[in-house]
Protein backbone atom coordinates (compact mmCIF):
# COMPACT_ATOMS: atom_id res chain seq x y z
CA UNK A 1 0.00 0.00 0.00
CA UNK A 2 1.25 3.17 -0.62
CA UNK A 3 0.97 6.17 1.79
CA UNK A 4 0.74 9.70 0.82
CA UNK A 5 -0.07 13.35 2.22
CA UNK A 6 1.30 16.73 1.23
CA UNK A 7 3.89 18.71 3.84
CA UNK A 8 1.99 19.07 7.42
CA UNK A 9 -0.99 17.23 6.68
CA UNK A 10 -0.16 14.58 9.22
CA UNK A 11 0.63 11.50 6.95
CA UNK A 12 3.76 11.18 9.44
CA UNK A 13 1.16 10.46 12.58
CA UNK A 14 -0.58 8.39 10.67
CA UNK A 15 2.72 6.29 9.26
CA UNK A 16 3.28 5.90 13.11
CA UNK A 17 -0.02 4.64 13.94
CA UNK A 18 0.12 2.40 11.43
CA UNK A 19 3.56 1.03 12.66
CA UNK A 20 1.79 0.49 15.83
CA UNK A 21 -0.82 -1.27 14.59
CA UNK A 22 1.11 -3.36 12.83
CA UNK A 23 2.06 -2.63 9.52
CA UNK A 24 5.41 -3.05 8.31
CA UNK A 25 6.43 0.39 7.14
CA UNK A 26 9.01 1.46 4.02
CA UNK A 27 9.75 5.44 5.01
CA UNK A 28 11.17 6.83 1.67
CA UNK A 29 11.99 10.00 3.89
CA UNK A 30 14.59 7.77 5.70
CA UNK A 31 15.80 5.94 2.68
CA UNK A 32 16.10 9.24 1.02
CA UNK A 33 18.65 10.07 3.88
CA UNK A 34 19.77 6.80 3.75
CA UNK A 35 21.48 7.13 -0.09
CA UNK A 36 23.13 9.96 0.55
CA UNK A 37 25.05 9.38 3.64
CA UNK A 38 28.86 10.07 3.61
CA UNK A 39 30.65 7.44 1.72
CA UNK A 40 27.31 6.80 -1.03
CA UNK A 41 27.46 6.97 -4.84
CA UNK A 42 24.28 9.40 -4.00
CA UNK A 43 26.17 12.03 -2.27
CA UNK A 44 29.05 11.81 -4.67
CA UNK A 45 26.63 12.56 -7.58
CA UNK A 46 24.86 15.34 -5.43
CA UNK A 47 27.89 17.24 -4.79
CA UNK A 48 28.96 16.77 -8.08
CA UNK A 49 25.54 18.18 -9.80
CA UNK A 50 25.14 21.04 -7.31
CA UNK A 51 29.05 21.63 -5.84
CA UNK A 52 30.59 21.84 -2.92
CA UNK A 53 28.56 24.39 -1.35
CA UNK A 54 25.54 21.80 -0.71
CA UNK A 55 28.39 20.09 1.56
CA UNK A 56 28.39 20.52 5.21
CA UNK A 57 32.06 20.78 7.10
CA UNK A 58 32.14 17.30 7.83
CA UNK A 59 31.33 15.98 4.46
CA UNK A 60 27.94 15.08 4.77
CA UNK A 61 25.27 16.94 3.25
CA UNK A 62 23.66 20.01 4.20
CA UNK A 63 20.45 19.60 3.90
CA UNK A 64 19.69 23.20 4.45
CA UNK A 65 21.93 24.33 1.76
CA UNK A 66 20.53 21.94 -0.77
CA UNK A 67 16.69 23.31 -0.01
CA UNK A 68 17.45 26.57 -0.91
CA UNK A 69 18.41 25.69 -4.12
CA UNK A 70 15.99 23.39 -5.01
CA UNK A 71 12.96 24.62 -3.83
CA UNK A 72 13.57 28.02 -5.98
CA UNK A 73 14.04 26.07 -8.83
CA UNK A 74 11.81 23.83 -10.63
CA UNK A 75 14.39 22.25 -12.86
CA UNK A 76 17.01 21.57 -10.40
CA UNK A 77 14.98 20.22 -8.48
CA UNK A 78 14.04 17.18 -10.62
CA UNK A 79 17.49 17.09 -11.01
CA UNK A 80 17.68 16.18 -6.88
CA UNK A 81 15.05 13.66 -7.61
CA UNK A 82 16.59 12.05 -10.46
CA UNK A 83 19.43 11.20 -8.60
CA UNK A 84 17.59 10.42 -5.29
CA UNK A 85 14.14 8.76 -6.51
CA UNK A 86 16.05 5.53 -7.93
CA UNK A 87 17.84 4.74 -5.53
CA UNK A 88 15.23 5.01 -2.87
CA UNK A 89 13.00 2.73 -4.91
CA UNK A 90 15.24 0.62 -4.89
CA UNK A 91 15.95 0.24 -1.42
CA UNK A 92 11.62 0.30 -0.91
CA UNK A 93 11.45 -2.56 -3.13
CA UNK A 94 14.46 -4.63 -0.99
CA UNK A 95 12.63 -4.19 2.20
CA UNK A 96 9.09 -4.65 0.88
CA UNK A 97 10.95 -8.10 -0.60
CA UNK A 98 12.06 -9.28 2.87
CA UNK A 99 8.48 -8.70 4.87
CA UNK A 100 6.78 -11.73 5.94
CA UNK A 101 3.98 -13.31 3.50
CA UNK A 102 0.83 -11.05 3.95
CA UNK A 103 2.18 -8.96 5.76
CA UNK A 104 0.58 -5.47 5.46
CA UNK A 105 3.06 -3.07 3.61
CA UNK A 106 2.87 0.42 3.64
CA UNK A 107 5.27 2.89 1.57
CA UNK A 108 5.27 5.91 3.11
CA UNK A 109 6.28 8.52 -0.16
CA UNK A 110 5.77 12.11 0.27
CA UNK A 111 5.85 12.45 -3.56
CA UNK A 112 4.13 9.41 -4.31
CA UNK A 113 1.76 11.19 -6.95
CA UNK A 114 4.57 13.52 -7.99
CA UNK A 115 6.97 10.66 -9.16
CA UNK A 116 3.36 8.96 -10.67
CA UNK A 117 3.92 5.76 -8.15
CA UNK A 118 0.32 5.45 -7.72
CA UNK A 119 -0.55 3.08 -10.05
CA UNK A 120 2.01 0.48 -8.19
CA UNK A 121 0.37 0.37 -5.24
CA UNK A 122 -2.64 -2.27 -4.44
CA UNK A 123 -4.08 1.00 -2.23
CA UNK A 124 -3.55 4.13 -1.80
CA UNK A 125 -4.15 6.16 1.55
CA UNK A 126 -3.72 10.15 1.01
CA UNK A 127 -3.43 12.13 4.26
CA UNK A 128 -5.29 15.45 3.49
CA UNK A 129 -6.04 18.73 5.43
CA UNK A 130 -6.89 22.40 4.30
CA UNK A 131 -4.14 24.61 2.84
CA UNK A 132 -4.88 26.78 5.46
CA UNK A 133 -4.49 24.45 8.39
CA UNK A 134 -1.86 23.38 6.72
CA UNK A 135 0.39 26.62 6.27
CA UNK A 136 -0.93 27.24 10.08
CA UNK A 137 1.12 23.46 11.07
CA UNK A 138 4.18 24.92 9.66
CA UNK A 139 4.35 27.96 10.78
CA UNK A 140 3.73 26.97 14.62
CA UNK A 141 5.87 23.74 13.67
CA UNK A 142 8.50 25.18 11.69
CA UNK A 143 8.47 28.71 11.77
CA UNK A 144 7.48 29.26 8.27
CA UNK A 145 5.86 32.65 7.47
CA UNK A 146 2.55 32.31 4.88
CA UNK A 147 5.08 32.70 2.24
CA UNK A 148 7.32 30.36 2.79
CA UNK A 149 4.69 27.83 3.68
CA UNK A 150 3.06 28.46 0.41
CA UNK A 151 6.44 28.10 -1.52
CA UNK A 152 6.41 24.41 0.30
CA UNK A 153 3.37 23.43 -0.92
CA UNK A 154 3.48 24.50 -4.13
CA UNK A 155 6.80 22.38 -5.22
CA UNK A 156 4.37 19.48 -4.18
CA UNK A 157 0.91 17.82 -6.20
CA UNK A 158 -2.04 19.65 -4.90
CA UNK A 159 -4.50 18.47 -3.15
CA UNK A 160 -6.65 17.56 -5.64
CA UNK A 161 -3.89 15.38 -7.59
CA UNK A 162 -3.79 13.75 -4.81
CA UNK A 163 -7.63 13.16 -3.46
CA UNK A 164 -7.50 11.93 -7.40
CA UNK A 165 -5.58 8.70 -6.80
CA UNK A 166 -7.00 7.68 -3.49
CA UNK A 167 -8.22 5.20 -2.36
CA UNK A 168 -8.73 5.75 0.49
CA UNK A 169 -8.68 9.08 2.50
CA UNK A 170 -7.98 9.96 6.09
CA UNK A 171 -8.83 13.11 7.01
CA UNK A 172 -7.22 15.64 9.31
CA UNK A 173 -8.10 18.81 10.00
CA UNK A 174 -8.76 18.34 13.71
CA UNK A 175 -6.88 16.62 16.61
CA UNK A 176 -4.13 13.94 17.22
CA UNK A 177 -6.34 11.78 18.64
CA UNK A 178 -9.27 12.34 15.77
CA UNK A 179 -6.48 11.31 13.38
CA UNK A 180 -5.81 8.23 15.59
CA UNK A 181 -9.44 7.12 15.46
CA UNK A 182 -9.16 7.57 12.04
CA UNK A 183 -6.15 5.41 11.17
CA UNK A 184 -7.86 2.90 13.71
CA UNK A 185 -10.91 2.77 11.81
CA UNK A 186 -8.97 2.26 8.01
CA UNK A 187 -7.33 -0.40 9.84
CA UNK A 188 -10.45 -2.27 11.05
CA UNK A 189 -12.74 -1.92 8.37
CA UNK A 190 -10.00 -1.63 5.40
CA UNK A 191 -6.67 -3.35 6.18
CA UNK A 192 -7.04 -5.77 8.67
CA UNK A 193 -9.61 -7.81 6.63
CA UNK A 194 -7.61 -7.52 3.51
CA UNK A 195 -4.68 -9.48 5.57
CA UNK A 196 -6.84 -11.75 6.81
CA UNK A 197 -8.31 -12.55 3.27
CA UNK A 198 -4.18 -12.80 2.21
CA UNK A 199 -3.57 -15.31 5.25
CA UNK A 200 -1.62 -12.95 7.80
CA UNK A 201 -2.52 -12.79 10.99
CA UNK A 202 -2.05 -8.11 11.79
CA UNK A 203 -1.64 -7.34 14.86
CA UNK A 204 -3.56 -4.78 16.90
CA UNK A 205 -2.56 -2.38 19.75
Known sequence: MGLTGGI???KSEVSRRLAELGAVIVDADVLAREVVEPGTDGLAEVAEAFGPEVLADDGGLDRAALGAVVFADPRRRELLNSIIHPRVRAKAAEIAAA????????QDIPLLVETGQAASFDVVI?????????????????GLSEEQARAR???QATREERLAVADQVVENAGTLEELRAAVDRL???V?????????AAPAAD
Open 153 to 155: MAA
Open 126 to 142: VVDAPDEVRIRRLGERN
Open 191 to 199: LAPAAARSG
Open 99 to 106: APDGAIVV
Open 8 to 10: ASG
Open 187 to 189: WRD
